[in-house]
């Protein structure tokens, strides 16, 4: 079995010599179209490891979000609560990436985090945020203020 999306591969097998057969064919089939299998891929069993793809980690049972993207979430989070905390404004661009994290976050198993870090935050005013910015910069309607 195989996964591909855009220029990443995967190969599933439980056949490790299968598997160093099928990079070789890889490898032969995109030489005379000029492309080149980078150097770093790697055999492993993805029980233990599991597969590092598209911003996830995805494991036979779960799927975690990549360690970076979480750590960039948990930053953003804890910014997004203290503006909130003080009454502040929270900015349309800090809004938008935020909102985003949190979409990447409902496709994996997120439920402790989503506890310890995203339960304070009041993400209908960050979503008003959006809307109001959206109708100002569409001309359409009145913008509410938050």
């Not at 195989?2 to 010599?17: E, G, T, W």
């Amino acid at each position: 079995h195989y996964l591909r999306y855009i220029d990443d591969f995967v190969i599933f097998s439980a056949n490790k010599r299968k598997l160093h057969a099928t990079v070789r064919l890889v490898m032969d089939a995109v030489k005379p179209i000029g492309l080149v299998v980078k150097g770093n891929w790697q055999i492993f069993p993805t029980k233990i490891r599991g597969i590092d793809i598209l911003g996830y980690r995805y494991y036979p049972d779960h799927v975690l979000l990549r360690k970076r993207n979480i750590l960039s979430a948990r930053r953003q989070a804890r910014k997004i609560k203290n503006l909130q905390n003080q009454n502040k404004p929270v900015s349309y661009k800090m809004t938008a990436g935020f909102l985003s994290r949190l979409g990447q976050l409902r496709h994996c198993n997120s439920f402790n985090f989503w506890q310890k870090h995203i339960a304070g935050i009041k993400i209908n005013k960050l979503k008003d945020v959006i809307r109001n910015e959206t109708r100002r910069n569409s001309g359409t309607g009145k913008a509410r203020r938050v």
